[in-house]
T-cell receptor, first 109, second 111 residues
Framework: AQRVTQPEKLLSVFKGAPVELKCNYS??????LFWYVQYSRQRLQLLLR??SRESIKGFTADLNKGETSFHLKKPFAQEEDSAMYYC???????????FGKGTTLSVSS | DVKVTQSSRYLVKRTGEKVFLECVQD?????MFWYRQDPGLGLRLIYF???????EKGDIPEGYSVSREKKERFSLILESASTNQTSMYLC??????????FGQGTRLTVV
């Protein structure tokens, strides 16, 4: 069965510190993985997708098939990065998007 | 600009009432989803639909049903609302295996 695990409920860092939000998955084959973000009082939105290999707002995520991980990283956190972050993948049929429980990132000055 | 619109931002209903949550998307997406979002539990998939009149159960379908009579509209129905269905409900749509676009959410309180 497909599953997404985000082991940390809350991650608190200081401004300028590196950030790593962890995501592990269970999937048979090649998964399509995403990171979504929800800022306060805003709707959930896509941050980045692994297939695009892009960097958005300084965030990157690398798919590690050996460790079945897709951790989200940023070298220098900013206060505006404070939000709820969700890791997600599509099911095998490509018809349902499955989310982890989310990690709240809190960046303080 | 993709738009996913949920009919209500806030809703208060009584225990036992039949509740309808409506969601409309304007981008001709095949897939539509209903999730509930609870602190510490993340987004849990209730139902999803990959075509008109097609629906599949997600992880927590008990107490819910859905209807998709037209491609752009996906309704979530609480047959007999209970207090444990108090939650934030999120609707989303996506083209096949691509980015999902979310509505603003409906905060439902069942009293």
């Amino acid at each position: 069965a497909q599953r997404v695990t985000q082991p940390e409920k809350l991650l608190s860092v200081f401004k300028g510190a590196p950030v790593e939000l962890k995501c592990n998955y269970s999937y048979s084959g090649s998964p399509e993985l995403f990171w979504y973000v929800q800022y306060s009082r805003q709707r959930l939105q896509l941050l980045l997708r692994h297939i695009s290999r892009e960097s958005i707002k300084g965030f990157t995520a690398d798919l590690n098939k050996g460790e079945t991980s897709f951790h989200l990283k940023k070298p220098f956190a900013q206060e505006e990065d404070s939000a709820m972050y969700y890791c997600a993948l599509f099911n095998q049929a490509g018809t349902a998007l499955i989310f982890g429980k989310g990690t709240t990132l809190s960046v303080s000055s | 600009d993709v738009k996913v619109t949920q009919s209500s931002r806030y809703l208060v209903k009584r225990t036992g009432e039949k509740v309808f949550l409506e969601c409309v998307q304007d981008m001709d997406h095949e897939n539509m989803f209903w999730y509930r979002q609870d602190p510490g539990l993340g987004l849990r998939l209730i139902y999803f639909s990959y075509d008109v009149k097609m629906k599949e159960k997600g992880d927590i379908p008990e107490g819910y049903s859905v209807s998709r009579e037209k491609k752009e509209r996906f309704s979530l129905i609480l047959e007999s609302a209970s207090t444990n269905q108090t939650s934030m409900y999120l609707c989303a749509s996506s083209p096949d295996r691509w980015e999902a676009f979310f509505g603003q959410g409906t905060r439902l309180t069942v009293v």
